[in-house]
């Protein structure tokens, strides 16, 4: 049973335009939702992080919109730079420090 | 930014001998995790560690797996004994709360 449901599975854009990562959840037991990025052969690093009780987490040219109703969330990348290439983690932890992990989105970002 | 050290960063073993998985948590870090990652798929939660327990474990942590950090020095993954399906980069991760998390550079496992 995947609990952490991410679309698409990979997603290309033109450098400028905005990317948009869409995530989903099926337990309401969820609290801190975070997005972790990865570059190949390295490993995870968190890139941004929201909590139920926001429906909006800004931090420069990213920025999650959620839903609690729908128990969906979404991450913008605007402006969306080469660099950004990379495959993208959507993240859900619930107060038993289990934390799970959608199957992820591959960005690709070209010049 | 806080750094986490994992040794080695690769390891190869031949099916059924023992394996540990090193990692040099972030200093002041209570929060210790292992995941498992197979190639180009998505991370998978094995274990938790706080205060000297296993906090949650997820069915990937088979009874082989064994996890531990003795007087505060590395926080290891043990397998014994190592089965083929165990290929796959190990990420060990700290965190001070139990949020934001901290991964290291991962060990390569491949088990002949």
């Known amino acids: 049973q995947q609990q952490v449901r991410q679309s698409p599975q990979s997603l290309t854009v033109w450098e400028g335009e905005t990317a948009i990562l869409n995530c989903s959840y099926e337990?309401?037991?969820?609290?801190?939702f975070p997005w972790y990025w990865q570059f190949p052969r390295e490993s995870p690093a968190l890139l941004i992080a929201?909590?139920?009780?926001?429906n909006k987490k800004e931090d420069g040219r990213f920025t999650i919109f959620f839903n609690k109703r729908e128990k969906k969330l979404s991450l913008h990348i605007t402006d969306s730079q080469p660099g950004d290439s990379a495959t993208y983690f959507c993240a859900a932890y619930r107060r038993n420090y289990k934390p799970t992990f959608g199957k992820g989105t591959s960005l690709v970002v070209h010049p | 930014g806080p750094k986490v050290l994992q040794i080695p960063s690769h390891q190869i073993i031949d099916m059924g001998q023992m394996v540990t998985l090193n990692c040099d948590p972030v200093s002041n870090h209570l929060y210790f995790y292992w995941y498992k990652q197979i190639l180009g798929q998505q991370m998978e939660f094995l274990v938790n560690?706080?205060?000297?327990?296993?906090?949650?474990k997820s069915k990937l942590f088979k009874d082989q797996f064994s996890v531990e950090r003795p007087d505060g020095s590395y926080f290891t993954l043990k397998i014994q004994p190592t089965a083929l399906e165990d290929s796959a980069v190990y990420f060990c991760?700290?965190?001070?709360?139990?949020?934001?998390?901290?991964f290291g550079p991962g060990t390569r496992l491949t088990v002949l």
């Open positions: 929201i909590r139920p009780v926001s």
């Open positions: 991760a700290s965190s001070s709360t139990r949020y934001e998390q901290y």
């Open positions: 337990d309401s037991t969820f609290d801190y």
């Open positions: 560690f706080y205060n000297g327990k296993v906090m949650e």
